[in-house]
């Protein structure tokens, strides 16, 4: 990094590596497109961020001291941004972008540690967006495998 800056968290790892590359298209310059891509990719942010949360609390935090309202809570976050997804943002999850990255690595993620939040029950839009991305090389060749 120039200067020594160090840079960190992913929407601003993936803004460098957009701007030091001159890839318009992950992150486009035009206004509206530009700031429906950053929601889109901040929808997969909190959706990856509530599945970590919802894995420590229910996998780290021992049985008798977990907390079962924010547990609720979470589940019930995650399916209205799963709804949200389904209903609101077909067009742009068909384009790749960093929205369309960070939806597709979360709902992954969510694929690896949480299969129980179903994701894909009810909602085959955004279900058929994720098989598609899926089948991407980039994505086979970074497959979470269990350990």
């Not at 601003?12 to 486009?28: A, D, F, Q, R, W």
């Not at 077909?90 to 939806?103: C, M």
């Amino acid at each position: 990094m120039p200067n020594n800056h160090p840079i960190y968290d992913s929407r601003v790892i993936m803004e460098y590596l957009c701007h030091v590359s001159g890839n318009k298209t992950l992150i486009p310059d035009d206004g509206v497109k530009r700031f429906r891509v950053l929601t889109l990719e901040a929808l997969g942010q909190a959706i990856a961020e509530a599945g970590v949360a919802f894995r420590y609390e229910t996998v780290v935090r021992p049985q008798g001291l977990q907390w079962r309202e924010w547990l609720d809570r979470h589940d019930l976050r995650v399916k209205a941004e799963f709804d949200d997804l389904e209903n609101a943002w077909s067009r742009d999850l068909a384009e790749i972008s960093a929205g369309s990255i960070a939806v597709a690595v979360a709902l992954s993620y969510l694929d690896f540690r949480i299969p129980d939040w179903q994701w894909r029950k009810d909602r085959p839009k955004l279900k058929a967006f994720h098989e598609a991305f899926s089948a991407r090389p980039s994505m086979q060749a970074t497959v979470l495998k269990p350990s």
